[in-house]
């Protein structure tokens, strides 16, 4: 009890809607992690009880809560950040890569919300889908919208985003009728009588638009009856203009754009010209789409503009052209300029991917997440370089402590940790803090160092941290990522989420671990020989008298978890 209530417990917790923990409370904790019944009846943890305890829910840096549906999801659909994919079809590389219908289901369970079409003329009058002049493979249309129809809601109730690159020239009006046949109550065809697409309308929310798909794709405008239209062709004679008018198909094809952009309401793309263009528009239902290179000489030369374009309406951020290997850029970046969908590149689990799977593993993992109040509101100025610290909120000092890992490899070498931020610019470190390394050990590796500190971090908004924790708020180990054995935890591009200490700190993680007595460590080098001579790893079961007080998910959070990085303990030759 002592040691929960001091060493766990984060003392600026209320005692009144935290209490402390009490004897019974203990005894619950016993009973449920100690493995052995008969400790477990007097009272007494063992080694193995007590990992077991340190690695179960019960010691998840963020509040419970936090996994929930937390965020008020009445906002305008501008005010979120959604979860979004790039090329969503292929699986490798951008330019070799194989097209593949059951990407789609896989993004769409993993919560993304947004996912790209790239629309082609099929060579048996079907659309495909594939990377324009490339060797890539391609896929039926029709086949993408059926398992789209399947998985969308499976995960999330909340709207997807179909964003269509469309090169098709003779077949778009299949794409439309595949639209509606497939995608049938769930396509939102009209806006909301509530929400006009007119200049200085608000987007819908997305409980609005619960369980609905909309359509990103060009919009054809129509010719107002009365207005003048202008011709590319004033000077050409009109038998000319009959005769090209009489040539092909141009008339069936304007029929089929049309058909398509019927579909088209409260994402419209639109070239963007300017800040002052837009906001003189102030038409909330369109939408930008800008390269990252593009993107980023935007946030260095108009951060606040940028920040108030996008309180109004939505932008996207795709990765640039040179990018064939399917890496993906730092989302961070954007994230704090308030970017709506930041498309990533799901086939590659990089860091930048890390990042985005940590971070909308908040709220429920619906694909959406609230932008803080200060992204929001027209009456607050962000600057996301600036050095000082948001209104209202105070800076804090960040210790980390890198105390242990369990089970990083089954390869035999040393180990260390680096321990790295990503937030605001003035909150980011990246290469300063490493570990010592460990040699020959990456089954319980102990490094029982100095606490990293990290100073003046909180230039954005805090999330409140769960009961008994001993770490700074708006944290949270990714549990989408345990299965082996490590986590990775992300930044929140406004709620600045930094790498905190294990809250695991028992007397063996300090250094006092049972000693191991000779004939185990010999017993260990010749099982280790016998593996190599056959070729196989021999995986003899830890004895709890040689586990030490650590976590394997915890560590790795520790070390690399909250800077979203999936590989935090590297190897090097011994």
């Known amino acids: 009890m002592a040691f929960l209530n001091g060493e766990q417990r984060d003392p600026r917790l209320n005692e009144i809607l935290y209490p402390p923990c009490d004897a019974a409370r203990t005894k619950d904790l016993v009973r449920t992690y100690e493995p052995n019944k008969e400790f477990a009846d007097k009272g007494h943890i063992s080694p193995d009880g007590l990992l077991r305890y340190l690695l179960s829910v019960e010691n998840d840096v963020l509040m419970a809560e936090k996994y929930d549906l937390h965020d008020d999801m009445d906002q305008p659909l501008c005010h979120y950040f959604?979860?979004?994919?790039?090329?969503?079809?292929?699986?490798?590389?951008?330019?070799?890569?194989?097209?593949?219908?059951?990407?789609?289901?896989?993004?769409?369970?993993?919560?993304?919300?947004?996912?790209?079409?790239?629309?082609?003329?099929?060579?048996?009058?079907?659309?495909?889908?594939?990377?324009?002049?490339?060797?890539?493979?391609?896929?039926?249309?029709?086949?993408?919208?059926?398992?789209?129809?399947?998985?969308?809601?499976?995960t999330s109730d909340y709207p997807i985003v179909l964003s269509f690159e469309n090169h098709c020239v003779k077949q778009q009006d299949k794409l439309a009728r595949y639209c509606r046949e497939i995608l049938a109550d769930s396509l939102l065809v009209d806006p909301f009588d509530s929400h006009p697409l007119e200049p200085g309308a608000p987007l819908p929310s997305p409980n609005l638009l619960k369980r609905k798909i909309l359509i990103k794709n060009k919009k054809k405008h129509m010719h107002r009856p009365g207005a003048k239209r202008k011709s590319k062709s004033a000077g050409e004679p009109v038998e000319q203009l009959k005769a090209k008018q009489e040539k092909g198909t141009?008339?069936?094809?304007?029929?089929?754009?049309?058909a398509i952009s019927a579909l088209v309401n409260y994402v419209t793309p639109t070239h963007f010209h300017s800040f002052e263009a837009a906001e003189k528009k102030n038409r909330g239902y369109e939408i930008s789409s800008f390269v990252e290179t593009q993107a980023l000489q935007l946030l260095k030369t108009k951060p606040v503009e940028f920040v108030n374009y996008n309180k109004r309406?939505?932008?996207?951020?795709?990765?640039?052209?040179?990018?064939?290997?399917?890496?993906?850029?730092?989302?961070?970046?954007?994230?704090?300029?308030?970017?709506?969908?930041?498309?990533?590149?799901?086939?590659?689990?990089?860091?930048?991917?890390?990042?985005?799977?940590?971070?909308?593993?908040?709220?429920?993992?619906?694909?959406?997440?609230?932008?803080?109040?200060?992204?929001?509101?027209?009456?607050?100025?962000?600057?996301?370089?600036?050095?000082?610290?948001?209104?209202?909120?105070?800076?804090?000092?960040?210790?980390?402590?890198?105390?242990?890992?369990?089970?990083?490899?089954?390869?035999r070498c040393g180990v260390y940790v680096e321990v790295e931020m990503y937030g605001l610019p003035a909150d980011t470190v990246r290469k300063r803090f490493r570990s010592k390394t460990v040699p020959n050990n990456t089954i319980n590796p102990v490094f029982n160092e100095e606490p990293f500190v990290f100073t003046k971090v909180g230039r954005a908004l805090h999330a409140p941290l769960g009961p008994g924790r001993a770490a700074p708020p708006g944290h949270d180990p990714h549990p989408a990522l345990r299965g082996d054995g490590q986590a990775a935890g992300?930044?929140?591009?406004?709620?600045?989420?930094?790498?905190?200490?294990?809250p695991t700190r028992g007397a063996a993680q300090r250094g006092q671990r049972a000693p191991q007595p000779a004939h185990a460590l010999r017993q260990d080098r010749r099982q280790g020989l016998r593996a190599r001579r056959h070729g196989r790893l021999h995986r003899r079961p830890?004895?709890?008298?040689?586990?030490?007080?650590?976590?394997?998910?915890?560590?790795?959070?520790?070390?690399?978890?909250?800077?979203?990085?999936?590989?935090?303990?590297?190897?090097?030759?011994?």
């Open 82 to 154: 959604i979860n979004s994919s790039h090329n969503t079809y292929l699986v490798g590389h951008q330019l070799t890569g194989r097209a593949s219908v059951e990407i789609y289901r896989q993004c769409l369970l993993a919560g993304c919300r947004c996912v790209e079409l790239d629309c082609w003329d099929g060579s048996d009058d079907e659309p495909i889908i594939t990377h324009g002049f490339t060797m890539c493979t391609e896929v039926k249309f029709r086949e993408v919208m059926e398992a789209i129809a399947e998985s969308a809601f499976k």
């Open 250 to 258: 141009a008339a069936s094809e304007a029929a089929a754009g049309t």
């Open 313 to 411: 309406q939505m932008s996207r951020i795709y990765p640039k052209g040179t990018r064939v290997d399917s890496s993906n850029y730092m989302p961070q970046a954007f994230w704090n300029a308030g970017c709506q969908l930041v498309a990533l590149n799901f086939q590659s689990l990089d860091l930048a991917m890390q990042m985005n799977l940590g971070f909308f593993e908040y709220n429920h993992r619906c694909g959406y997440v609230l932008k803080p109040d200060f992204m929001r509101r027209v009456d607050r100025r962000f600057d996301p370089f600036a050095e000082s610290t948001v209104d209202g909120i105070v800076a804090g000092t960040v210790s980390v402590q890198v105390l242990s890992g369990q089970m990083l490899t089954d390869k």
């Open 490 to 502: 992300t930044p929140h591009p406004a709620r600045q989420r930094t790498p905190t200490r294990i």
């Open 542 to 574: 830890l004895q709890p008298h040689r586990l030490p007080v650590g976590a394997a998910e915890e560590g790795e959070a520790a070390g690399g978890a909250h800077r979203g990085r999936r590989r935090a303990a590297r190897c090097h030759p011994p």
